[in-house]
């Protein structure tokens, strides 16, 4: 009895213990089951922070609209393996799409989610991208497009080798980016799988919206407060200002400008407007478009434009850069104008009062140099030696005088672009030959080598020889009078493929490079020694290069101080041809 | 409006598995305080293949919740010491941690939206309205299963059904509380799921979006504002003023509908159920 007792009792703590144990086999299994799929959520959920911290630190430092959402794009195919991703942003005017296909096939649908991005952006903000001015990038696929910063994901993500069916866009997201309650633009993320955003993905993409909202956000923020300190220094600047992009549309355009080139205050103006009225002053050609374009020459561009204005012509100084950006891309223009009528005006007061005054005085010195020639023809009567010296002293002088005088019309003539030319058929290699020959006596007098190098042939050319003749005695005459004895002066003529280059070359004392920019500048004498000697008028060579730009030719020097120097001009052959041409008719 | 009809990717399946694969049957769990009905409705359901276990209170409930495994319950919020006591079950039936994800089906009398209100604050997640025929029970009944069932197989499903219910009450005269009870559905399902996938920001942008389209035709519309709980009205009386209760639902449908069509744009198949109400 209580053996059967105690066997029902034994078997009932057996069942018992049988039961407990189960059920601690299931307890534990279970705990097993949720510390695994704890240890998966902590290993996602490290992944995700890794990719938002490399994220974030990557976009802090950009401030190219381009490169952030490349970085923004790289991210997201970390997380999602999508297969064509594109963004939108965009502002009042324009539109900026870039668009990023993952696999080459995929680049077909470039259009299609570009026209997903512009029709959630109509739904959710009403906002018509399609009458905005869209600019479109798209990324290659494989293109080493990788962010320096960002390293490859921490946790290898197993992309599945399924052959994957390309042929349509089965899903996507759009993920605005918003900042306080303005939608500025959007990013399209899809895939042709038909379910691409696992659940516990779509929180992470949108952490990352989030982010590339506010790094967005935060670069509108900058450009907007660069620019608004940019426009009010472009503002208030005297200088008229013009800025253009590389399409050629207008960036800036400041109160100054609007006001030289004679645009109303509130008027819309165009890059046609503004081409027009340039175009007016001859400033925007071909060539130098051309010039602009490639970033190469010299640079800036100066000139000078005169434009019709309500009250009277305008005169303005216009110098043109082009904008640079990275790796010397040209970006764009930059003209800086300059209202410079009043300068025009009182230069134009000074070389007529120049003039005028140089033609009085002009009068009264031939009647006293006649009048000294017949005191020395002794037709008053005799005179002893010692007086004749004296006169010939005063006659020297009133020569030198005369030559001031006519160096002074002569370039009074040139500024107020009253010289005239009388062009003909000129062969360079003779007019050089007799110049040289007119400087044989006075070269052999200061014990300088005079010379010279001309083609043998016939160098024809058109142009105004009595000018050009000037021109050449200018230069010779100055390189004899800075040459010290036992110098040399060599005059050579080349001829170019569309010009002719005469260049006089001396061993005299030369001139030092910073001053050489100055050299052609009226009245100007570098290294002039004080005393009796080699006095000139410093009106020479600024006449010498009025004449050779009336040619359109070019007029330049090269020198090293105490070794010499090296005057050059050249005059078109172009002309010349079209001369021969009339000519021959 | 048979709402089963309106929803393809949502059929009824009466075979679908327990979670432990022990019952072919779906487990409903029917709390009834009275007896007699407790029977009837139980003996409807079996007959609609239904697995049924039938209680009286809220212990009681507890006590079978705790050891077995139910699909939905079903809750009659009519108890013999008032609707309170009804409600009362609810909500510490949701505060459970064991009982809380169970979905609540709540019966309760048509004509008072003060108490469905009350309910859906205190948790219920769709109702079937008293009185009822037979057919309407065990229509609904398995209407609201079936889409509880589509929504267990991917939670991308969002959950249209409470608002298609609330439009059916177009008879009501309580339009305030229409109104109150339309915010409170749409915040409870859809703002839900949006917030899940997407920021407050974004959401707020999709409401003011759909609201000024919907706002020409009716301007009530206007008065729908959102912090962050979700969509408030503002001045319900005055919102509501002269429009019938046909006319608020009519506007508030447009409004969803807007909203829906916005959602749709930005997230393509990732959230399902978003054709038009």
Redesign the interface.
Known sequence: MLKEKTEERSKTLEKRVEELTAQLAKANKELEAFSKGLEEKVKERTFELSILYELSNAISYTLDYQKLMNIIMDSLYKIVDYDICASLIYNEHSADITVKPAHLQCSRFAQEVQN?LC??TL????EDIHKKEISTFVIPPGSDTEPQGIPAAPISRSRPEEERDFTRI???????F?V??E?FGMINVSGCK?TL?P?ER??I??TI??QASDAIGRLRTIIKTEKSKMDSLVESMLEGVIMLDERGEIVVLNPQARKMLGFEDHQKVTSKDLYDKLRSAEIGKEKEKEKFRSGLGNFPIVQEMVLPHEEGSKTLHCEMIPVKGSEDKVMGISMVLRDITREKEIEQMKNEFISSISHEIKTPLAIIKEAISLVMDEIPGKIIEPQRDVLTTAQGNIGRLSNIIEALLDVSKIESAKMKLDIRLVNMSELIKNTVSDFKYMAEQKGILLDYEVSQGKVDISCDPDKTRQVLVNLISNALKFTPREGRVKVICKEEEDEVIVSVEDTGMGVSEENIPNLFDRFTQFGRKPGPGEKGTGLGLAISKGIVELHKGRIWAESKLNKGSKFYFSLPKSSSEKIEKNLEK | MRESERNPQICPSNKAADQDGFSSKIRLLLIEPDREQAQVFGKWLEEEGFSVVSVFNLEEAKGKIHTDSFFTTILDIDFPEGIKQGLKVCSKLKEDRKTKDIPLILMTYRTNLATIIESLDAGADNFILKPFETDYFLERTKHIVAEIEARKKTKRVIDLALLRFIFTLKETDDKENLLRLLCKAFNRTIRAKCMQIMRLDCVTLMVHRAKRNAAEKYGFINNLDMNEQGIVIKDPSGAAGTSSAETIIEGFEEFLNNFLKILKSLTGNIILGLDEI
Not at chain 1, 170 to 176: A, K, V, W
């Open positions: 997903n029709e959630a739904l959710l903000t009403g089965r899903s996507f997201f759009n993920l605005p918003i306080g309650s939608v038909e955003f659940e779509l929180r993409l949108y919206a989030n």
